[in-house]
């Protein structure tokens, strides 16, 4: 291994945190194990531990949409052992075009992670005017963060 290698691979390491998903998540109720690993500073990418072709490219969604907002049913919360907001951190998954600015963002079925005791769930919002299929760049600049 390389020292560039090395430095690589740590870097890697300290971007990627691990979750357990007890129930998975819809769709892949059989996987339990995700991996967030940041790519940039608006992207990250979830993964499936268990079957790594399984891979979804996520966002902070507040970092595109300020008024994005919900509430967390006290089931979801118990689920993955949240007592705090403190503990909260949310990611919606994209669905990325060719073209960045058709990029679409799922923000009726947040992914909320519990940071300190590394647990997840996917919520699907109920009674809300937010789609599976919301574009991205909303006013905002694709080739801000949009390369890789």
């Not at 339990?32 to 790594?52: C, G």
């Not at 647990?119 to 919002?125: H, N």
């Amino acid at each position: 291994m390389t020292p560039k290698q090395k430095i690589e691979e740590e870097n890697q390491d300290t971007n990627t945190v691990l979750y357990v998903f007890p129930k998975g998540i819809p769709g892949f109720e059989q996987l339990r194990e995700f991996q967030l690993q940041e790519h940039n500073e608006l992207f990250s990418l979830f993964s499936a531990v268990e079957q790594p072709a399984t891979i979804f490219i996520t966002v902070n969604p507040f970092d595109f949409f300020e008024d994005y907002e919900f509430e967390l049913s006290d089931d979801a919360l118990e689920d993955i052992g949240i007592t705090s907001q403190e503990q909260i951190a949310v990611r919606c998954i994209c669905t990325w075009n060719s073209d960045q600015s058709k990029t679409t963002v799922n923000l009726l079925a947040p992914l909320i992670f519990n940071v300190e005791q590394h647990t997840g769930k996917q919520i699907v919002l109920q009674n809300t005017d937010y789609t599976i299929k919301h574009p991205l760049w909303n006013g905002i600049e694709p080739d801000k963060g949009g390369e890789s």
